[in-house]
């Protein structure tokens, strides 16, 4: 029984990540959201804290203003806090208070402002020499002043970018921890579908094995009753069924098939324009037969890189996929070239064309648009499903054009050989 890891890697390891990605992404989320909130509100709360400090000083200054008619700045300024008065005729500022300090950190323009609107609140200074000012107009009979508070707020600052730092840090662990916790969990909620997937593999595999013998019994008697007896219908038709039951055993084991020696043959020079001259000579038999004309067109050499079954089972799936949907009398036009560090196979009919609706789905195991993939012509859905598998399988690409009526083109795209 082949192994199932090489595919079982393809399909679960990109939905693991996807599912972790997606666990970090809301983490990330959440943690943004809280974490900016947080630093907004805590942020608000210490400047808050900062304006009422200084208007708490500013109005003690009033307070002693009113009473004695002056400010003793020297007592008042003590701790973070810095005061400042002016007193005003209505010529102008009269005199400053005798403080050094605070006629180093007055803010003229605070004043002006303040004596303009009674009261100013503002910051100034740059990072390393930031300040709350509040400046304040006081009047008392003919006598007017202006008292100005300002309190440094780099302790604040400080603060606030230790908190920042701490959210960052945080956040990244947080974002670590929860990428690894969304590992382990993407990968434990996608074992049941290991677990099925495994066996439903095991399943196919067994069963295509196990069908291929009596299918090859089976079509050997029927050859025979056609040699004893070659008009008879019934043993024509079951000469044609095993053919096609056998083309869904292939293609179920092709499904299958992962196994180690497929993966080093991937690594193995391959002439495609062999592959494509041996192939289409295998076909001239069968294109003759459904009165089909079969051309093609290759350089002399054109390597690539893969399994040469496999590439030939991908052109052979064309093939045979032209030759169901190609009326009699159509033709096929099989052709390799190189272009820049790719390798392109196309493979062009004439046949009936495919629905726009249906191309994005050409692809899909199983899927057959309703005129163009119907039961009648003997697909049953997988050919190209396999074909693409084959071509991923080989870092490749496979696309389609078609236009209903007037045939189709299937293009595979392989890197080149070095």
Known sequence: MHSAAGIEDRLFTPARIRLTAWYVSVLAAVLIVLGSTL??????????????????????????WGVTGTVDVRELSTGPYTVNFVTQTPGGPQSISPNLAAYMHL?????????????????????????????????????????????????EHEALSKLLAGLLIGGAGGLVLAGVGGWWL?????????????????????????????LAV????????????PDNVE???????????SSLVDA???????????????????????????????????????????????PGRLMVMGDRDQVRQVLVILLDNAVRYTPAGGRIHVQARE????????VHDTGIGIPEEALPRVFERFYRADDARNRQSGGVGLGLAIARELVTRHSGRISVTSTEGAGSTFTVRLPRDA
């Not at 609107?117 to 003919?142: A, E, M, P, Q, T």
């Not at 180690?260 to 991937?266: E, H, N, P, T, V």
Request: hydrophobic share 40%; proline share 2%; glycine share 6%.
């Open 186 to 214: 993407a990968g434990k909620s996608l074992r049941p579908v290991r677990v099925a997937f495994n066996r439903q593999h095991a399943f196919v595999s067994d069963a295509s094995h196990e069908l291929r013998t009596p």
């Open 235 to 245: 043993a024509r038709d079951i000469v044609s069924e095993t053919d096609r039951l």
């Open 252 to 298: 179920l084991l092709a499904v299958a098939r992962d196994d180690d020696r497929s993966a080093k043959a991937l690594h193995m020079k391959v002439d495609l324009a062999e592959v494509v001259e041996a192939t289409v000579g295998s076909f001239q038999t069968v294109t003759t037969d459904h009165d089909l004309e079969l051309t093609y067109a290759t």
């Open 339 to 346: 272009d820049g560090k790719e390798a392109v196979l196309t």
């Open 39 to 64: 630093y907004l509100v805590v942020r608000e709360q210490l400047l808050n804290g900062v304006d009422n400090g200084v208007k708490l000083e500013a109005a003690k200054a009033m307070d002693e």
């Open 218 to 229: 089976i079509r050997a008697n029927a050859e025979f009753l056609q040699q004893e007896q």
């Open 107 to 155: 803010d003229r323009a605070s004043i002006e402002a303040a004596d303009a609107k009674g009261s100013d609140l503002r910051s100034s200074g740059g990072s390393g020499d930031r300040l709350r000012v509040y400046s304040v107009k006081v009047s008392s009979g003919d006598r007017v002043a202006l008292i100005q508070v300002t309190r440094s707020t780099e302790p």
